[in-house]
């Protein structure tokens, strides 16, 4: 199984991203991104189930929205209204019997 993250970049303060991820292999149960900014643990920022079912980091506060097609097994991340306490590593994870993770896309956001 292998996750394929794409859609980071750097953006200004106020801006949108979306990230994208793409998981190869079949249907999973719970999809996700997580985030880890330098010196700080990794962070749940949204996980969404194949019935739909989603759940957000505190953080989030309705700025961003998390999304699957799972025709594709794929999960999305829409990100709008970012902050510069928002850079960091995105990491997406499928759940199938185990935890599969994505490599990671960097998400930079200047002031």
């Known amino acids: 199984v292998q996750l394929q993250a794409s859609g980071g970049g750097l953006v200004q303060a106020g801006g949108s991203l979306r990230l994208s991820c793409a998981a190869s292999?079949?249907?999973?149960?719970?999809m996700g991104w997580y985030r880890q900014a330098p010196g700080k643990q990794r962070e749940m920022v949204a996980i969404?189930?194949?019935?739909?079912?989603?759940n957000y980091g505190d953080f989030v506060r309705g700025r961003f929205t998390v999304s699957r097609d799972n025709a594709k097994n794929t999960v999305y991340l829409q990100m709008t209204s970012l902050e510069p306490e928002d850079t960091a590593v995105y990491y997406c994870?499928?759940?199938?019997?185990?935890?599969?993770w994505g490599k990671g896309t960097q998400v930079t956001v200047s002031s």
């Open positions: 292999g079949n249907i999973f149960g719970l």
């Open positions: 994870k499928a759940v199938k019997f185990i935890t599969y």
């Open positions: 969404i189930e194949s019935s739909g079912s989603t």
